[in-house]
């Protein structure tokens, strides 16, 4: 089965990286479907259900394909754990506000567990 491709907006190509039990593989795929990443995304995850080809994206994002069975599953036990975004930010004591009120939403998200 062909793989959907993602492409950054500095045209550099997104590889794929699978890890189990310490062992990393890494795959330059290639396929029928080149989107941008970010952008083009529900583009490229309506191509695999609609059987074009193979998706590699964070579980989270694939996560009601693959419960409805839209989707199936390929080689979980080489899916890569992803614990999550982190913020980095001066760690000055005046912030603009805009972004201390959005340090204090993450941060509040976080500990409610919606994050």
Do not use: C, H
Request: charged fraction near 20%; glycine fraction near 10%; aromatic fraction near 12%.
């Amino acid at each position: 089965m062909p793989a959907l491709q993602g492409r950054f907006a500095s045209g550099a190509m997104i590889a794929w990286e699978f890890e189990r039990d310490g062992e990393v593989v890494r795959i330059n795929p290639t396929g029928p479907l080149l989107v941008s990443a970010g952008a083009a995304t529900d583009l490229a995850v309506e191509a695999a259900v609609a059987g074009t080809g193979i998706i590699a994206l964070f579980e989270d994002w694939l996560r009601p394909q693959l419960d409805s069975g839209a989707l199936e599953p390929v080689l979980e036990p080489w899916w890569p754990s992803f614990p999550g975004p982190f913020l980095y930010y001066p760690g000055r004591r005046l912030l603009p506000a805009p972004l201390r009120a959005f340090v204090d939403f993450v941060k509040a998200s976080a500990r409610s567990g919606r994050g």
